[in-house]
């Protein structure tokens, strides 16, 4: 059942939306770009205003923390599309299909057979991004640029939709140059890419970003995470 809330112009998470959402139209040429609100660590409570404003497409990390907010949320708000930007373990891959619409971090070959698996089981097969470690860090997730055409290619030979690549820049370098080599490498395989995030999202619009995943931008400070 759809809810319809009243909107609170004035609530930070509805002003905080509004203006990222004029900074990517500012930035934005001729494509389209759209807006992955982040809610990791915020809770329903928090998430609603942006639901009434209108806002429908949502980010988390973590399996476990969106089972717990975002099937409530759903019964109450429609149209809502759900990534899933954390990693993803393989012993997930099930409940993460059952949930996500599209999962954003399929990395490596074990996660992309676990997806396949899992959504022959549960009957829905989400979208999916390839994550790219475009800075090679060594203790970052993702497949090496160059190793990149062979992973689209089993993610296929899987029945994978892969719609684009992913990646997030090493923090402590200009961001530009890795978004500009990662819309190389999907223009080179014919898919959009999602790129930047609450500081640099405006960069990743410029750069030709199709999906940008902000959340403190909007939200504002994260409370802690809970270890459990």
Not at 127 to 152: D, F, M, S
């Amino acid at each position: 059942m759809t809810h319809v809330a009243a909107i609170d112009e004035h609530h930070p998470t509805v002003v905080g939306l509004r203006e990222v959402l004029a900074k990517i139209a500012a930035a934005r040429g001729s494509h389209e770009v759209e807006l992955v609100a982040v809610s990791k660590t915020f809770d329903a409570d928090a998430i609603r205003p942006a639901l009434a404003a209108g806002h429908c497409v949502f980010g988390e990390n973590r399996v476990q923390e969106a089972k717990s907010k975002w099937p409530a949320l759903r019964e109450e708000y429609g149209g809502i599309v759900l990534h899933l930007i954390g990693p993803l373990q393989s012993n997930k891959a099930k409940e993460a299909v059952a949930l996500f619409d599209m999962i954003e971090s399929v990395d490596r070959e074990k996660i992309a057979t676990a997806i396949a698996k899992a959504a022959d089981t549960v009957g829905r097969m989400p979208r999916c991004l390839v994550q790219v470690n475009i800075g090679r860090e060594p203790q970052k997730a993702g497949v090496a640029p160059e190793e990149t055409a062979a992973l689209l290619d089993r993610c296929r030979a899987l029945g994978l939709p892969v719609e684009g690549l992913m990646t997030i820049p090493p923090v402590d370098e200009p961001p530009g140059p890795h978004f500009a080599a990662l819309k190389a490498l999907a223009d080179e395989h014919g898919l959009k890419t999602s790129m930047g995030m609450s500081g640099d999202y405006e960069e990743a619009v410029h750069q030709g970003a199709h999906w940008v995943r902000v959340g403190s931008a909007i939200f504002g400070k994260r409370p802690p995470l809970d270890p459990a």
